[in-house]
């Protein structure tokens, strides 16, 4: 769309999707004990511990549980020159500095997340806020949509898909609704516009980043969290500040401040 042509780069259909999940290894509701000297390591690097994933295997396993569905998606470029300097502004940066923080301490974020921090928070937000959206129009439970995230130095897209081992993941809704007139542009205005607001403000536009129990900022299940089988991150690193404005901020990428 014309309107978007400065902030996304290209817009890709997948008609068809092979998805294949592998199971490596899992947690519990609540996880053991950390390893002490990982512990004492990362207290002193002023981190806080990772959740420690468990193997399924004691040794080097020869195959794996696997997963093959089928569906369909829709692939959005956004404009890495664009996003990068958005994110070089010294009200991101710092905004996103209150983000990674629990209790004072800096988190330990995950590398593929940390190498573009306040770029991912951007495209993993607008994923919630358009698969929200897709929900309501496309025929498909929001529990059925999945993202994938690409951030890094050299990219910034978002997949956005379903798939299920049914016939519900290759219905060709979502493609379908994609290719109607004027309907991809004002989807994505209307999530833009809704990442502004959230039934439960000024709660949710107010509250301190650092002081939450997970790695959020503005954000809460009534505006951008999703189902956490639909998220890769389950529901973290979130906020709405950096897509548009909220109650307290201006400095989202689509914003005016």
């Given at each position: 769309?014309?309107?978007?042509?400065?902030?996304?780069?290209?817009?890709?259909?997948?008609?068809?999707?092979?998805?294949?999940?592998?199971?490596?290894?899992?947690?519990?509701?609540?996880?053991?004990?950390?390893e002490q000297d990982s512990v004492e390591k990362r207290k002193s690097e002023g981190l806080v511990p990772n959740?420690?994933?468990?193997?399924?295997?004691?040794?080097?396993?020869?195959?794996?549980?696997?997963?093959?569905?089928?569906?369909?998606?829709?692939?959005?470029?956004?404009?890495?020159?664009?996003?990068?300097?958005?994110?070089?502004?010294?009200?991101?940066?710092?905004?996103?500095?209150?983000?990674?923080?629990?209790?004072?301490?800096?988190?330990?974020?995950?590398?593929?997340?940390?190498?573009?921090?306040?770029?991912?928070?951007?495209?993993?937000?607008?994923?919630?806020?358009?698969?929200?959206?897709?929900?309501?129009?496309?025929?498909?439970?929001?529990?059925?949509?999945?993202?994938?995230?690409?951030?890094?130095?050299?990219?910034?897209?978002?997949?956005?898909?379903?798939?299920?081992?049914?016939?519900?993941?290759?219905?060709?809704?979502?493609?379908?609704?994609?290719?109607?007139?004027?309907?991809?542009?004002?989807?994505?205005?209307?999530?833009?516009?809704?990442?502004?607001?959230?039934?439960?403000?000024?709660?949710?536009?107010?509250?301190?980043?650092?002081?939450?129990?997970?790695?959020?900022?503005?954000?809460?299940?009534?505006?951008?969290?999703?189902?956490?089988?639909?998220?890769?991150?389950?529901?973290?690193?979130?906020?709405?500040?950096?897509?548009?404005?909220?109650?307290?901020?201006?400095?989202?990428?689509?914003?005016?401040?």
């Amino acid at each position: 769309p014309t309107s978007l042509q400065k902030e996304i780069g290209r817009i890709t259909l997948v008609k068809k999707l092979r998805v294949v999940s592998a199971i490596t290894g899992f947690t519990r509701i609540s996880p053991f004990d950390f390893e002490q000297d990982s512990v004492e390591k990362r207290k002193s690097e002023g981190l806080v511990p990772n959740i420690r994933i468990a193997r399924i295997h004691s040794g080097q396993p020869r195959w794996l549980p696997v997963v093959e569905n089928r569906g369909e998606g829709i692939f959005l470029s956004f404009n890495n020159s664009v996003l990068k300097n958005w994110a070089t502004k010294p009200e991101v940066e710092e905004r996103m500095m209150r983000l990674i923080k629990f209790q004072g301490k800096k988190i330990d974020v995950p590398k593929n997340i940390s190498d573009d921090f306040p770029g991912y928070v951007f495209l993993h937000t607008m994923s919630h806020l358009m698969i929200k959206g897709m929900g309501k129009s496309s025929g498909y439970p929001t529990s059925s949509f999945e993202e994938r995230i690409y951030s890094g130095k050299e990219m910034a897209g978002i997949l956005i898909f379903t798939s299920a081992s049914s016939r519900d993941g290759s219905l060709g809704g979502l493609v379908d609704l994609v290719t109607k007139q004027h309907y991809l542009e004002t989807m994505i205005q209307n999530s833009i516009s809704a990442s502004s607001v959230c039934s439960t403000d000024p709660l949710c536009s107010t509250q301190e980043p650092e002081a939450q129990h997970n790695c959020v900022g503005a954000s809460c299940h009534a505006c951008s969290m999703l189902p956490e089988t639909s998220c890769e991150s389950q529901n973290n690193f979130l906020d709405r500040t950096a897509v548009y404005r909220t109650l307290t901020e201006n400095i989202g990428l689509f914003g005016d401040g």
